[in-house]
Each structure stands twice: as structure tokens, then as C-alpha cells.
């Protein structure tokens, strides 16, 4: 370090250490000391009481501020809407009592017109893929899901038995003919 008075570091101003802004529920503050002893004081920057939006509201018209859901569902009823917004969010009009007396009539059951006009669901990027390993499972091993190949592996399992037995009974060996019946029961069912 330079000799005093040679110029340096030391001579140049001290700098100020920036004050740390802190927020509480009140607001934004910062710590201001005072009295002899130094004692710190919170000093509000900024204020989020609800004084400022009361007197706004005063001042402006009420149609910026919603009215009450109630008072907004009897104008839309009165109006002989279907539907309203409240607080940018969709509803209905029907009271509780029109709801239950439609269920009761059974009317709360789309009807077959109201399906047909109903659009195809977009497939997502799983319902894809799931249909892309199936045409590969279909075309490696000629079954679209596993449990059609199981089925068919279980059917060519008792054709094979069944096979053995006749062979059995061509060749005047021992069989069970009651064995033989149920197979054979059994595969027509598949």
C-alpha cells in the first residue's frame, strides 16, 4: 500500500452501503436507525393497505367491480340467458330445483342425436404411440394385443391335444373319451 499522502485507496471517499429493501404484509421497508441509543425503526417504502383501492372504487364507476354471484345469476335468469360470466368463469341458470326435476324425467341423459354431432377426441401423444406399437405387434406377430395371443396360443395348445387323442384312438391306444368331449367343447367356445 502507497505511503499517506502519495495518493491511493485510502484517499478516495469511503462508499455507502446500498440499504437492504424488505418486505412484510404491510409492505416494502427498510431499517431506519434513530433516537441516541440507535435504535431501528421500520420505514415503509410502500403501502398495500386497502385505504388507496377503497377510495378508487369510490371515485370510479361500479361497473368496473363485479356484482355479487346471487345478484348477477337473477339478472342472467331474468334476462332468460342459459349461461352467464361471473369473474371470467362460465355458469348456468338452472336453479337446484330445475336440476333435480330434469333428473328426476330422466332428461339428464344425452341423447343419441346429442352424441352423433359430438367431434372425435384428438389423440394424445401416448394414445399414439400405444397405436403405433400395435400395428408393429400386429405386423411382427400377426396379434394386435397381447391377450389375443395368449387366446390363440391357448386354442392351438388344445387343437394339438385333441390331435394326439385321435391319433391315440386311430391306433387303438388308450384315450379318455370324456376328455376328448370337453376339449373339444371347450374349443368351440373360443
Known amino acids: 500500500m502507497p505511503a499517506k499522502g502519495t495518493g491511493g485507496k485510502h484517499l478516495l471517499p469511503k462508499k455507502k452501503k446500498a440499504k437492504k429493501v424488505l418486505k ?8 431506519e436507525l434513530t433516537g441516541p441509543r440507535h435504535r431501528r425503526k421500520k420505514k415503509y417504502l410502500t403501502n398495500f393497505s386497502d385505504a388507496q ?9 361500479n361497473k368496473a367491480y363485479p356484482l355479487p354471484f346471487g345478484e348477477t345469476f337473477r339478472q342472467a335468469k331474468a334476462r332468460g340467458d342459459k349461461t352467464f360470466r361471473w369473474k371470467n368463469k ?37 394414445g399414439k404411440l400405444n397405436e ?33 387323442m385321435k391319433e391315440r384312438k386311430n391306433q387303438g391306444k388308450n384315450y379318455s373319451a370324456k ?12
Open 53 to 61: 383501492p377503497k377510495a378508487k372504487k369510490d371515485m370510479t364507476s
Open 24 to 31: 412484510d404484509e404491510k409492505g416494502t421497508f427498510e431499517w
Open 179 to 190: 376328455n376328448l368331449a370337453e376339449l373339444q367343447e371347450k374349443i368351440k367356445g373360443m
Open 132 to 164: 403405433k406399437i400395435r400395428s408393429f405387434r400386429k405386423k411382427t406377430t400377426g396379434y394386435a394385443t397381447q391377450s389375443e395371443y395368449e387366446d390363440a396360443k391357448a386354442k392351438r395348445r388344445i387343437e394339438k391335444r385333441i390331435t394326439k
Open 90 to 126: 362460465q355458469y348456468h341458470t338452472k336453479t337446484k330445483d330445475e336440476l333435480e326435476a330434469k333428473y328426476e324425467k330422466g332428461e339428464h341423459y344425452p341423447t343419441t342425436s346429442d352424441t352423433s354431432k359430438a367431434k372425435p377426441k384428438k389423440k394424445s401423444i401416448v
